[in-house]
């Protein structure tokens, strides 16, 4: 008999929903438990398996802190503005909002479908305006904290998008959303002054219960560099060019200056350089490569001396060349940099192409036979500074420079200002006001939310001015200060300021007067399991940590980290392919769950590889859980059949065989949940399944488990079994004449005295895939497991004539053959 998941499926889902089962009572909770996943932009394709991957990894362990006593919050929401959404509607000819609608209504409707316990009555979505209206509140309080600044910057420009980005949304020089590669724009924008807070990002990761990827990512992105600021005069001028260097100590072979050659500088120089032409047809030939083509050719060395102008080395007084070049940025540093060939690749051959003066200032070993010396070593004509090693020398030329004023100590960073405004249409508006008269004010607290019209073209122009600007209704308006006439802004926020803060709005939904209530944030807050994709990591996660360290100091909040542990996800690939519509490979969950239901389909994902690595979807393995699955549905049903015959746990020898495999599991699948080991967790119930299974006696005799656990125990085996497949479990357990509902039971307890057995259970595997389970002295080595295995049917079969050409032995564990 087939396991009726579909019926079961409707039948749980309402009554899930009317009991309010996963609600808990935000100001009564005893044991708050935030449990959180990234909320998901609801594409109109609808969910698809990564998502459900994500989602069902997360709801595991949120069900088994459940089972463990807490009061488990796990709130559901969509991250529908930002040009993912409206890029879509766009290309179906619809009204971004009316496209909003469709999508909102498919992918809760999906969510619902793959079993989460979701807290639906607070479920949320950053496009409605009692949303928006926070994000806008946001953005004022941030503007009076003096953490909103606007100005002209050369600023990252998508073409095809038609919108400024952040930095962190430019990947390897291209748009992170389309891939086209990213230009510079110089125009006037909004920005939040992340950079007030670089060290303090920075000095709070170590302590953070982060998966290590994220913190590494965030550290390389802030990017904290210490050295020093120095000037070097420009001849015979009162300008002076300013360098940021980690290596003040080799200051005496700087033997030329190179600035960008989109650095202000040279624009003041032209009518002392002698070459003009020259300069300026390599800055419009420079124009025509992105950054990223700069950065990615480092075989081509070009650039243009500015004849006429000289630079003066402060250490030694001697005149340098000034070049440009396109190898220097003006986005990063200072967008100059002092070229000291003898301790710089790129220097060195930049300098060997123009035949510049090479010095060195480290001494290398005498064997030493390279060209630039990166590594430490005694300082070499380098005057006062001799036989210094790299730290003594930098200590010494940074005070002398500074004595001098010719420099100081500075700490820089990679992380610059959160560029986010916007040129698109569906966001929420900028709540800023311009008046000739007072400047930039924000807009009154009680018009919020400045509600986004619904523009009939609502395309980007690519101008530089957001589709808004093209509706006087919405942009004229009057000064909140003078009354006078004035102009709203028209660009739109950057989707990633919806949302660095919506974990703190699912708690407070129900309040309509206060973003946040501080009772109810003080009782949740920080959240407590934040799981979510290592994409996000110098984005939303960045981000989150900004703004609750601005909250802080606004007195908004007591804390400055808005998440207790996070922990990042694998991607899921299907069959060695990483999945895209191009390809037509992307995996839909909802034919799946029609086929299979949502309890096959969430087990499935969680088995095909570590949660937190990832694994390969194969349309064949879904079969085997499926299998799995009906097998536990038919044991139960037919223990009934046999539970006069053998009455529970009656069998001494069976239940002495059984019960260490029992409380192993116990200690295992919680363990295993506890670290999202998941895949190894369900190995383990397959395990204990299997000896459950057996015949006791003959072939024809009832399952072995029958006769060696008692219904406390069987209903122990639903609750290890329940996270991961929470529908049959629940329906199960009903059978079992249990009391509603197995989510709320308490987790399983092992006693340790039934953990010894010289004995275990190991899986056997051919190309990962299972094909049983044999049990083996404790001590088995690989050579005796290896003959064991072999010899079993369903591995002669599997293995067929086919040459093994490799055997993995895990001692205590498994063993898996991995053919051709």
């Given at each position: 008999?087939?396991?009726?998941?579909?019926?079961?499926e409707?039948?749980w889902?309402?009554?899930w929903?009317?009991?309010?089962?996963?609600?808990?009572?935000?100001?009564?909770?005893?044991?708050?438990?935030?449990?959180l996943?990234?909320f998901?932009?609801?594409?109109?394709?609808?969910?698809?398996?990564?998502?459900?991957?994500?989602?069902?990894?997360?709801?595991?362990?949120?069900?088994?802190?459940?089972?463990?006593?807490?009061?488990?919050?796990?709130?559901?929401g969509?991250?529908?503005?930002?040009?993912h959404?409206?890029?879509?509607?766009?290309k179906?000819?619809?009204?971004?909002?009316?496209?909003?609608?469709?999508?909102?209504?498919r992918?809760?409707?999906?969510?619902?479908?793959?079993?989460?316990?979701?807290?639906?009555?607070?479920?949320l979505?950053t496009f409605h305006?009692?949303?928006?209206?926070?994000?806008?509140?946001i953005?004022?309080?941030?503007?009076?904290?003096?953490?909103?600044?606007?100005?002209?910057?050369?600023?990252?420009?998508?073409?095809?998008?038609?919108?400024?980005?952040?930095?962190?949304?430019v990947?390897?020089?291209?748009?992170?959303?389309?891939?086209?590669?990213?230009?510079?724009?110089?125009?006037?924008?909004?920005f939040?002054?992340?950079?007030?807070?670089?060290?303090?990002?920075?000095?709070?990761?170590?302590?953070?219960?982060?998966?290590?990827?994220?913190?590494?990512?965030?550290?390389?992105?802030?990017?904290?560099?210490?050295?020093?600021?120095?000037?070097?005069?420009i001849?015979?001028?009162?300008?002076?060019?300013?360098?940021f260097?980690t290596?003040?100590?080799?200051?005496?072979?700087?033997?030329?200056?190179?600035?960008?050659?989109?650095?202000?500088?040279?624009?003041k120089?032209?009518?002392k350089?002698s070459?003009?032409?020259?300069?300026?047809?390599?800055?419009?030939k420079?124009?025509?490569?992105t950054?990223?083509?700069?950065i990615?050719d480092?075989?081509?060395?070009?650039?243009?001396?500015?004849?006429?102008?000289?630079?003066?080395?402060?250490?030694?007084?001697?005149e340098?060349p000034?070049?440009i070049?396109?190898?220097?940025?003006?986005?990063?540093?200072?967008?100059?940099?002092?070229a000291?060939?003898?301790?710089?690749?790129?220097?060195?051959?930049?300098a060997?192409?123009f035949?510049?003066?090479?010095?060195?200032?480290?001494?290398?070993?005498?064997?030493?036979?390279?060209?630039?010396?990166?590594?430490?070593?005694?300082?070499?004509?380098?005057?006062?500074?001799?036989?210094?090693?790299i730290?003594g020398?930098?200590?010494?030329?940074?005070?002398?420079?500074?004595?001098?004023?010719?420099?100081?100590?500075k700490?820089?960073y990679?992380?610059?200002?959160?560029?986010?405004s916007?040129?698109?249409?569906?966001?929420?508006?900028?709540p800023?006001?311009?008046?000739?008269?007072?400047?930039?004010q924000?807009?009154?607290l009680?018009?919020?939310?400045?509600?986004?019209?619904?523009?009939?073209?609502?395309?980007?122009?690519?101008?530089?001015?957001?589709p808004?600007?093209?509706?006087?209704?919405?942009?004229?308006?009057?000064?909140?200060?003078c009354?006078?006439p004035?102009?709203?802004?028209?660009?739109?926020?950057?989707?990633?300021?919806?949302?660095?803060?919506?974990?703190?709005?699912?708690?407070?939904?129900?309040?309509?007067?206060?973003?946040?209530?501080?009772v109810r944030?003080?009782?949740?807050?920080?959240?407590?399991?934040?799981?979510?994709?290592?994409?996000?990591?110098?984005?939303?996660?960045?981000?989150s940590?900004?703004?609750a360290?601005?909250?802080?100091?606004m007195?908004?909040?007591?804390f400055?980290e808005?998440f207790?542990a996070?922990?990042?996800?694998?991607?899921?690939?299907?069959?060695?392919?990483?999945m895209?519509?191009?390809k037509?490979?992307?995996?839909?969950?909802?034919?799946?769950?029609?086929?299979?239901?949502?309890?096959?389909?969430?087990?499935?994902?969680?088995?095909?590889?570590?949660?937190?690595?990832?694994?390969?979807?194969?349309?064949?393995?879904?079969?085997?859980?499926?299998?799995?699955?009906?097998?536990?549905?038919?044991?139960f049903?037919?223990?009934?059949?046999?539970?006069k015959?053998?009455?529970?746990?009656?069998?001494s020898?069976?239940?002495?065989?059984?019960?260490?495999?029992?409380?192993?599991?116990?200690?295992?699948?919680?363990?295993?949940?506890?670290?999202?080991?998941?895949?190894?967790?369900?190995?383990?119930?397959?395990?204990?399944?299997?000896?459950?299974?057996?015949?006791?006696?003959?072939?024809?005799?009832?399952?072995?488990?029958?006769a060696?656990?008692?219904s406390?125990?069987?209903?122990?085996?639903?609750k290890?079994?329940?996270?991961?497949?929470p529908?049959?479990?629940?329906?199960?357990?009903?059978?079992?004449?249990n009391?509603?509902?197995?989510?709320?039971?308490e987790?399983?307890?092992?006693?340790?005295?039934n953990?010894?057995?010289?004995?275990?259970?190991?899986?056997?595997q051919?190309?990962?895939?299972?094909?049983?389970?044999?049990?083996?002295a404790?001590?088995?080595?690989?050579?005796?497991?290896?003959?064991?295995?072999?010899?079993i049917?369903?591995?002669?079969?599997?293995?067929?004539?086919?040459?093994?050409?490799?055997?993995?032995?895990?001692?205590?564990?498994?063993?898996?053959?991995?053919?051709?």
């Open positions: 008999m087939r396991y009726p998941f579909s019926k079961t409707k039948k889902t309402k009554k929903l009317d009991t309010r089962i996963y609600e808990p009572d935000l100001d009564k909770a005893k044991k708050p438990f935030y449990n996943m990234m998901p932009y609801p594409s109109a394709e609808g969910m698809h398996v990564g998502n459900a991957y994500a989602f069902t990894g997360s709801d595991i362990y949120g069900r088994y802190k459940r089972m463990q006593g807490h009061d488990v919050f796990e709130p559901i969509l991250d529908g503005f930002g040009i959404s409206e890029n879509y509607a766009l179906m000819n619809t009204h971004p909002a009316e496209q909003a609608e469709v999508s909102e209504k992918f809760f409707k999906q969510l619902q479908e793959i079993g989460n316990g979701f807290a639906w009555e607070e479920r979505a305006p009692d949303y928006y209206k926070w994000t806008q509140w953005f004022i309080q941030m503007w009076k904290q003096g953490l909103v600044e606007r100005k002209k910057s050369s600023v990252n420009w998508c073409p095809s998008c038609k919108t400024v980005l952040a930095d962190e949304q990947v390897s020089g291209r748009c992170e959303r389309c891939s086209t590669d990213v230009t510079k724009k110089e125009l006037e924008q909004w939040f002054k992340i950079t007030d807070y670089a060290e303090k990002l920075l000095g709070n990761l170590e302590k953070l219960d982060w998966s290590e990827n994220i913190k590494i990512a965030q550290n390389n992105w802030i990017g904290k560099s210490e050295g020093a600021l120095v000037q070097f005069p001849t015979e001028l009162e300008e002076k060019i300013e360098i260097t290596r003040p100590d080799t200051i005496f072979g700087a033997t030329y200056m190179v600035l960008a050659p989109e650095h202000p500088l040279v624009q120089l032209e009518n350089i070459n003009k032409k020259a300069v300026e047809d390599y800055i419009t420079t124009k025509s490569k950054e990223n083509e700069r990615a480092i075989k081509s060395k070009t650039g243009v001396e500015l004849k006429g102008v000289r630079a003066l080395n402060p250490v030694n007084q001697k340098i000034i070049w070049a396109d190898y220097v940025l003006a986005s990063y540093g200072t967008g100059a940099i002092m000291v060939p003898g301790q710089d690749e790129r220097d060195w051959e930049f060997e192409e035949k510049l003066p090479i010095v060195r200032t480290v001494e290398p070993p005498k064997n030493f036979k390279g060209n630039a010396y990166l590594e430490d070593g005694p300082a070499i004509n380098s005057d006062f500074l001799d036989g210094l090693d730290n020398a930098k200590v010494k030329i940074i005070k002398w420079l500074k004595d001098k004023n010719y420099g100081e100590s700490v820089n990679h992380l610059r200002d959160w560029l986010i916007r040129q698109r249409y569906w966001g929420a508006p900028i800023m006001i311009y008046c000739k008269k007072c400047d930039w924000p807009a009154p009680k018009d919020l939310p400045i509600l986004l019209p619904k523009l009939k073209d609502f395309r980007p122009k690519g101008t530089g001015e957001a808004l600007a093209s509706s006087s209704a919405f942009y004229k308006t009057k000064c909140p200060k009354k006078g004035a102009r709203r802004e028209t660009d739109v926020s950057d989707t990633f300021l919806d949302s660095s803060w919506y974990f703190y709005r699912y708690i407070n939904m129900d309040k309509k007067k206060e973003a946040f209530n501080k944030v003080k009782k949740w807050l920080p959240v407590d399991m934040y799981i979510g994709g290592a994409e996000h990591a110098v984005l939303h996660l960045l981000y940590r900004f703004l360290m601005a909250f802080k100091d007195g908004l909040i007591d400055e808005p207790t996070l922990r990042s996800h694998g991607m899921i690939i299907k069959e060695g392919a990483k895209s519509k191009s037509g490979n992307v995996v839909v969950p909802d034919e799946y769950i029609r086929k299979f239901g949502a309890d096959t389909l969430r087990m499935y994902l969680m088995f095909i590889g570590p949660f937190q690595e990832g694994g390969d979807w194969r349309d064949g393995g879904i079969t085997g859980i499926d299998r799995f699955l009906n097998r536990i549905w038919n044991y049903e037919s223990r009934e059949e046999f539970s015959k053998y009455p529970s746990a009656s069998n020898s069976a239940r002495e065989e059984i019960l260490p495999i029992f409380h192993q599991t116990i200690k295992k699948v919680g363990e295993d949940i506890e670290d999202l080991k998941y895949n190894t967790a369900i190995s383990q119930l397959m395990i204990l399944f299997n000896k459950m299974e057996e015949p006791l006696g003959d072939r024809k005799g009832p399952a072995k488990g029958f060696a656990l008692n406390e125990e069987h209903g122990d085996f639903l290890l079994l329940a996270p991961f497949t529908f049959i479990t629940e329906e199960l357990w009903e059978k079992l004449g009391k509603y509902s197995v989510h709320q039971q987790w399983p307890e092992y006693k340790d005295k953990l010894i057995t010289d004995e275990i259970s190991l899986i056997i051919v190309n990962g895939k299972l094909r049983g389970t044999i049990q083996v404790r001590e088995v080595n690989e050579k005796e497991a290896t003959e064991i295995a072999r010899g049917d369903s591995v002669k079969t599997a293995l067929g004539k086919k040459k093994v050409k490799k055997t993995i032995f895990v001692s205590g564990r498994l063993i898996n053959f991995v053919i051709n």
